[in-house]
């Protein structure tokens, strides 16, 4: 059920004045966002989509056989409109996103199986947390991560038998991802910016 109506809200006047009661003032920040869709309606979506795939319904969108490629990142889009696009992606080990953000889009994920390694830029160094199966995550404006399979103790044995997926949804659909380095004294360097609607970087 993708019941992911969601009324939009139009302040005005909220934007123009701090002296407006916090709840107004949120309600102005959220109705500037490039969405109507909220970081819970993207967990909804990424955990209806991992229930759906495990119901297989999109087998039809699946390796054959069960084949997950073994060497590279792999993704299929499950869904697609105006608002969101949401994607199916297996993940190999030591392929990283390398760090990323999502640029106007808004992000989710929730692990289906297996597990992921977050390295999230938290404005003075990056933190890392592991993602199992179940797991999820969302990702507002600004959040800059790299991902990757995460080691096998949390994994499990890798691919093809065992694959690490995750389903991802992005609000806007992805249109661009910026990508950054961190400096020797403590602060992000964007180094590029690509036009790309593939999640987490391009895969193949
Ligand atoms: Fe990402």
Redesign the pocket.
Known sequence: MRSSVITPTYHPVAAASARLAPEVTERAVASALPTRLRPADLLRLTDEGAEDVLAGRYDHLLPADGRWPADSRWATRLSTDDEVDVWLISWVPDQS?EL???AGSL?A?TVLSGALSEYRWNGRELRNRTLTAGDQAS?PLG?V???VRAPDQFAGAPAPGNPTLSV?AYSPPLTA?SYYEVTGHGTLRRTRTVLTDQ???DVK
Request: proline content about 6%.
């Open positions: 996103t990323h953000d999502h992000g994920l990702f959040w991560h790299d991902v991802h991802m999640p987490e970087g």
